[in-house]
Protein backbone atom coordinates (compact mmCIF):
# COMPACT_ATOMS: atom_id res chain seq x y z
CA UNK A 1 0.00 0.00 0.00
CA UNK A 2 1.13 3.55 -1.12
CA UNK A 3 2.25 6.02 1.73
CA UNK A 4 2.10 9.86 1.68
CA UNK A 5 3.84 12.18 4.14
CA UNK A 6 2.19 15.66 3.69
CA UNK A 7 4.50 18.42 4.54
CA UNK A 8 4.23 20.66 7.94
CA UNK A 9 3.76 24.31 6.32
CA UNK A 10 3.95 26.87 9.08
CA UNK A 11 0.95 29.36 8.19
CA UNK A 12 3.15 32.17 8.64
CA UNK A 13 4.75 30.75 5.23
CA UNK A 14 1.90 29.23 3.85
CA UNK A 15 1.24 32.25 0.87
CA UNK A 16 4.86 31.88 -0.19
CA UNK A 17 4.63 28.72 -0.40
CA UNK A 18 0.85 28.85 -2.42
CA UNK A 19 2.86 31.27 -4.67
CA UNK A 20 5.09 28.57 -5.65
CA UNK A 21 2.81 26.06 -6.15
CA UNK A 22 2.76 23.73 -3.54
CA UNK A 23 -0.17 22.48 -2.63
CA UNK A 24 -0.63 20.86 1.08
CA UNK A 25 -2.87 18.48 0.43
CA UNK A 26 -1.28 17.09 -3.08
CA UNK A 27 2.58 17.79 -2.32
CA UNK A 28 5.13 15.62 0.20
CA UNK A 29 6.38 12.70 -0.19
CA UNK A 30 5.12 9.40 -1.77
CA UNK A 31 6.15 5.83 -1.30
CA UNK A 32 4.61 4.04 -4.23
CA UNK A 33 2.87 0.52 -4.51
CA UNK A 34 5.20 -0.01 -6.99
CA UNK A 35 8.43 1.17 -5.57
CA UNK A 36 9.16 4.74 -6.11
CA UNK A 37 10.08 7.60 -3.91
CA UNK A 38 8.38 10.67 -4.64
CA UNK A 39 8.62 13.97 -3.67
CA UNK A 40 6.21 16.60 -4.66
CA UNK A 41 6.66 20.80 -4.14
CA UNK A 42 4.74 22.69 -5.99
CA UNK A 43 6.17 22.37 -10.01
CA UNK A 44 9.44 20.39 -8.65
CA UNK A 45 9.24 16.93 -8.66
CA UNK A 46 11.98 14.14 -7.46
CA UNK A 47 10.90 10.85 -8.72
CA UNK A 48 13.28 7.73 -8.52
CA UNK A 49 13.33 4.08 -7.56
CA UNK A 50 12.89 3.23 -3.81
CA UNK A 51 16.00 0.92 -3.87
CA UNK A 52 18.18 3.96 -4.58
CA UNK A 53 17.46 5.42 -1.16
CA UNK A 54 20.51 4.73 1.15
CA UNK A 55 19.08 6.05 4.39
CA UNK A 56 17.28 8.55 6.59
CA UNK A 57 17.25 10.60 9.35
CA UNK A 58 15.95 13.11 11.64
CA UNK A 59 16.96 16.82 11.03
CA UNK A 60 16.19 20.37 13.41
CA UNK A 61 16.98 23.42 14.44
CA UNK A 62 17.09 25.12 10.86
CA UNK A 63 17.46 28.89 10.29
CA UNK A 64 13.98 29.58 8.47
CA UNK A 65 15.75 31.46 5.77
CA UNK A 66 17.67 28.37 4.62
CA UNK A 67 14.80 25.84 5.52
CA UNK A 68 11.64 27.35 3.85
CA UNK A 69 11.29 26.89 -0.09
CA UNK A 70 13.42 25.16 -2.25
CA UNK A 71 17.30 25.45 -1.32
CA UNK A 72 20.79 24.04 -2.33
CA UNK A 73 23.19 23.40 0.08
CA UNK A 74 26.22 25.84 0.42
CA UNK A 75 28.21 22.54 1.94
CA UNK A 76 27.43 19.87 -0.39
CA UNK A 77 24.81 18.85 -3.62
CA UNK A 78 22.13 18.41 -1.38
CA UNK A 79 18.57 20.10 -1.85
CA UNK A 80 15.57 20.84 0.08
CA UNK A 81 12.01 21.25 0.11
CA UNK A 82 10.87 23.17 3.30
CA UNK A 83 7.63 24.05 4.63
CA UNK A 84 9.01 25.01 8.39
CA UNK A 85 11.68 25.53 10.42
CA UNK A 86 11.06 23.20 12.72
CA UNK A 87 12.19 19.65 11.88
CA UNK A 88 12.68 17.37 8.82
CA UNK A 89 14.14 14.06 7.09
CA UNK A 90 17.48 14.47 5.29
CA UNK A 91 17.16 11.73 2.98
CA UNK A 92 20.49 10.38 1.10
CA UNK A 93 20.59 8.59 -2.54
CA UNK A 94 23.18 5.95 -3.46
CA UNK A 95 23.40 7.89 -6.55
CA UNK A 96 22.93 11.81 -7.34
CA UNK A 97 19.18 12.33 -8.97
CA UNK A 98 18.80 14.44 -11.70
CA UNK A 99 19.25 17.96 -10.77
CA UNK A 100 15.92 19.68 -9.89
CA UNK A 101 17.66 23.40 -9.36
CA UNK A 102 21.69 24.05 -10.12
CA UNK A 103 24.35 22.58 -12.32
CA UNK A 104 23.90 19.05 -11.26
CA UNK A 105 22.50 16.05 -9.40
CA UNK A 106 21.77 15.75 -5.82
CA UNK A 107 22.75 12.74 -3.75
CA UNK A 108 20.42 14.25 -0.15
CA UNK A 109 17.01 15.76 -0.06
CA UNK A 110 15.50 17.14 3.16
CA UNK A 111 11.89 17.31 3.03
CA UNK A 112 9.98 18.66 5.95
CA UNK A 113 6.80 16.21 6.38
CA UNK A 114 4.36 16.32 9.21
CA UNK A 115 5.27 12.25 10.26
CA UNK A 116 9.39 12.67 10.36
CA UNK A 117 9.97 9.70 12.63
CA UNK A 118 7.59 8.02 10.72
CA UNK A 119 8.94 8.76 7.27
CA UNK A 120 12.81 7.99 8.65
CA UNK A 121 11.36 4.43 9.78
CA UNK A 122 9.39 3.91 6.29
CA UNK A 123 12.89 4.38 4.94
CA UNK A 124 14.97 1.73 6.99
CA UNK A 125 16.33 4.39 9.90
CA UNK A 126 18.88 6.21 10.36
CA UNK A 127 22.06 7.10 7.75
Not at 23 to 28: F, L, Q, S, Y
Request: charged share 25%; proline share 4%.
Amino acid sequence: MSQHFAYDVDRRWAPLLLAAGVRPRRDGVTLTDDGRFLARFGWLRVDVPLDRVDGAHRTDGYRWWTAVGVRLSAADDGLTFGTNAKRGVCIHFREPFPRVVGRRGHSALTVTVADVDGLVTALGGGH
